[in-house]
């Protein structure tokens, strides 16, 4: 027997009984996300070690990790990324980087952010991503364990910041990099992969590819006497002959007189290697041209964020874009400046420092604000548009802007929206941050609540929490009564959507008093229904389907639709979970009808879930409606709702008697549920 076979095969020659076939899920795909490593010099050694560590062999469940430390500016991340690139074909698996940013003026990233990172970058939907570090840990060791792959974890702060990240495959290799010997992780066994300054040869070699060969042989001794200047570091190097190639009629000569004057005014700093570096960032700095680059570098360093793109640039710095894109290439081609994917562009960790001492130095201290300001509310504008374009039926108070965006983001549609809420939740959330920290209040809640479509949509609950209270603070801290309310709502979700019921519930009772308070009816009748929804987590039904009919009737008097449609499918499966499948019927039904009117995908598949259900309970048919409603949950990638519709689809299958349709629909739901947080679907 000749041929080829393409797909599954089954060989056998004797069969009994019956044979399942279950199609498999697509494979996860490979991560490939190792930024451009730049130029490196000298550093044959470390690349030796680094391949040493990949060749080790320590057994399964021993992770193989580089440390590879040294002072700022040594070159550390270019060693690191230069050897990932290098080896990737050995690493078939994919290749993750994180920058941990433990040095860095904003706060070092926790190991579960980065986590969620990682794992939504093998395709893992971000509703399906525990909230839990314990949880996030084990799901990634899960996605990983049998992947040969590189990860680059680079400016670590601490062994504890690390640990989670450290993929245990004995097939992958994991470079960290940081200023500090980090001996926690020493002690684990990690291989130390210490980096000195350049030699002489390898720091006049950098200078080579950068100015060439020529200009540098001309005037070896002052070449020389800069790269002993720089103190043969490789980022002070770099600033140096960013400087001299954008000045092609200089002499090197020049340039050293200029950094020995520079060294000198810094005399009085206490590290050498601090003193080099901002001695080359200062003179790439006073030689900017036009002084607008100068003006943009100092001013961009005041910005709320790690990361920027154009629009976001333009807005903090109140310069038109096409104006911005031309001055963020002068600081891109000076070194001062970093381009990364995606349109966005970042500072270095000690460029970002300098640009905020430059700022404090030449601009006022009124220039300093409204530079801070135009940035807030660049980011005010942008996620509350977001928020409005993906949930339009949300009440959200209008932002008060002093600097509107002269060129603001239009989304094409809900989906962009989200994206772009995505993006930016690590900058969003600095900036509220930074808001309450400047005791601007408002816009600190506000950013807070425009944030609710991405924890709705994608999640984020371990970082969720945290930033719902920080909303909390900052409204109880403006003495605005609805605004806290609202937040206390967010504060109670959070806690529900973790498994703590008991806390949610002592803040929506909160939040009911305020609001029976400010005479608001209908918050009044959403208090009620959270609380209900409380009731029915700790399974006391009888209370949960009281709260929802008196919400109910609330929200009936004041003619609320799509609330009345919600309420009733929070009581169709109250009573769904005490078999009363005929009542549940008839409020499922009314919902459907009622939503079928409302922008609210989510909720218009959930309701064909629950009336299949109530359905099936009643012995109607129901397979149409959870088809659909899985279909739809599909199409929204909703992990929670789609195991709601496979595990309705299982019960109705057992019930015919179908137990091979019952078991593949299981599966397909503990598979789903394996990689999502068990927190329930979100109310809205």
Known sequence: MSGSVVGPVVQARDIQGGIQV???????????????????VDRDEALTLLDSVRSDDRGAGVPKVALVSGPAGIGKTAVALHWAHRERHAFPGGQLYADLRGHAAAEPVGP????????????????????????????????????????????????????????????????????????????RGARGVRLERLSADGALDLLRRT???????????????????CSRFPLALCLAA???????????????????????RLSALSVEEDITVRAALTLSYRGLSPPEAARAYRLLGLFPGTTFDIRAAAATIGVPRTRVRWLLGVLVDANLLDDVPGGYHRFHDLTLLHAREMAEQEESQAVRDETVRRALDWFLHTTHSASQVILPYRRLRPPELDYPPAEPLVFAGPGEALDWLENEFGNVRTAARLAAERRSFRTAWQLVDA???????????????????????????????????????????????????????GEFRRSLRIWRRLGDRLRVAGALRRLGMVERDLGRLDMAITLFGEALERYRAQGASRRIALTLCDLGEALLGQGRGREAVASLSEARDLLAAETDPYNQARVLILLGRARAKSGEAADDLLERGLSRMRDIGSGSGEALALRALADLALSDGRDDDARRYEEEARQVTARLDTGGPAAT
Do not use: K
Request: aromatic share 6%; proline share 7%.
């Open 242 to 264: 960013a400087r001299l190639a954008t000045r092609p009629n200089w002499d090197l000569a020049e340039m050293v007189d200029a950094l020995s004057l520079e060294r000198q």
């Open 211 to 229: 100015l060439g060969d020529d200009r540098v042989e001309r005037e070896r001794d002052a070449a020389l006497e800069l790269v002993e200047l």
């Open 451 to 505: 944030l609710w479509p991405l924890f709705l949509y994608r999640g984020h609950h371990a970082e969720r929490l945290a930033v719902d209270r920080l909303g909390l603070e900052a409204a109880r801290a403006c003495s605005d009564a609805s605004a806290e309310a609202r937040m206390l709502n967010r504060t109670g979700l959070a806690l529900l959507s973790l498994g703590r019921p008991e806390e949610a519930a």
């Open 112 to 187: 579960a952010e980065i986590l969620g990172r990682f794992i939504r970058a093998f395709g893992i939907a971000p509703e399906r991503i525990p909230s839990g570090l314990a949880e996030r840990a084990a799901l990634y060791q899960s996605i990983v364990s049998e992947r040969r792959l590189v990860v680059v974890l680079d400016d670590a702060l601490s062994a504890a910041q690390v640990g989670p990240l450290l993929p245990a495959s004995p097939h992958s290799v994991a470079v960290v990099t940081s200023r500090w010997r980090l001996a926690g992780l020493l002690m």
């Open 22 to 40: 279950f199609q498999g899920f697509e494979p996860l795909p490979t991560p490939s996300q190792l930024p451009p490593a730049g130029i490196l």
